[in-house]
């Protein structure tokens, strides 16, 4: 009994000791064993690993592909047309040891360090880069090979940091506000002038429409008033042809029908008033048809 007291206890030690030396490594990290602040040993792949209790630590990394987002940053290329560009890169810990070296930290506060440094990294490569060429490149088909160029860059000035920079993109390349205001303004400006000329040549084609419109009217008038007046003339002197030949053969008749068409047109209507002497000659064929023979 008095040996069960001791030996119980030791186990627990043991077990305690045993426990506190083993620690497992996720497949999504890395770990450093420390041992008085120095790097003893490097766990990257995942399992079961082992160090000594109480003088050896653990400090643990991520090992996946990380996101980084830049805030818009202005810049100037060549022709001197600023731009504001969003990017963003995607990033690894390549070496864990020397991340620990360049941060001093671990874990999140490891990450916020990295980060800062990271975004500088990628601030200076983007405005080195696309300050080197012009706003057309940037936005044409070009982008790509100077997202390699950026990606490039930042890779090399972000070896120092343990960290592998995989890709950077550009997500949007805009005008900033102000220039993105004028330009609105002069595109508008110069599509008013554009409706404006297209507006004053239809203008301009409508009055020359107008115009041809106008003339050819006219000459058809001229044209059928002068064929009319031709006609009409031509029927004036037909008719007085056949007055004068009927006049020539039958006076009396010509001059009874010549009195019959006056009396149409003096007795039109309801209330047609005449006034006229009684022995006036003008109704001397409504008295009798020999009346003016019988004088």
Request: net charge neutral; aromatic share 8%.
């Amino acid at each position: 009994m008095q040996k069960s007291y001791f030996i119980l206890p030791a186990l627990a030690g043991i077990a305690a000791l045993a426990m506190s030396s083993l620690f497992i490594v996720d497949e999504r990290e890395k770990a450093l064993v420390l041992q008085f602040g120095r790097v003893v040993s490097i766990k990257e792949e995942p399992g079961l690993a082992f160090k000594i209790p109480v003088i050896q630590e653990v400090a643990r990394y991520d090992d996946r592909i990380l996101s980084r987002d830049l805030d818009p940053l202005e810049i100037t290329p060549l022709d001197d047309r600023r731009l504001v560009v969003d990017a963003f890169a995607r990033f690894r810990i390549a070496d864990v040891n020397k991340f620990r070296e360049a941060t001093g930290a671990a874990g999140d506060q490891a990450n916020a360090i990295a980060g800062t440094r990271l975004d500088s990294i990628l601030r200076a490569a983007t405005r080195e880069v696309l300050g080197s060429v012009t706003s057309n490149e940037i936005l044409s088909s070009d982008r790509v090979t100077l997202m390699l160029r950026i990606r490039e860059n930042a890779f090399r000035q972000a070896q120092s940091l343990g960290l592998e920079v995989i890709d950077v993109r550009l997500k949007r390349t805009d005008l900033p506000r102000q220039n993105l205001d004028a330009t609105f303004a002069r595109m508008r400006a110069e599509r008013e002038r554009e409706a404006a000329d297209e507006i004053a040549r239809g203008n301009e084609a409508a009055q020359r429409v107008r115009a041809t419109a106008d003339r050819t009217q006219v000459e058809i008038v001229s044209k059928a008033q002068r064929e009319s007046e031709i006609i009409r003339g031509e029927a004036d002197a037909r008719r007085n042809a056949i007055f004068a030949e009927a006049f020539g053969e039958n006076p009396e008749f010509f001059e009874f029908y010549r009195s019959l068409a006056a009396y149409r047109k003096a007795l039109q209507g309801s209330n047609s008033s005449m006034v006229i002497t009684p022995d006036s000659p003008f109704f001397d064929y409504l008295k009798s048809p020999d009346a003016r023979s019988a004088r």
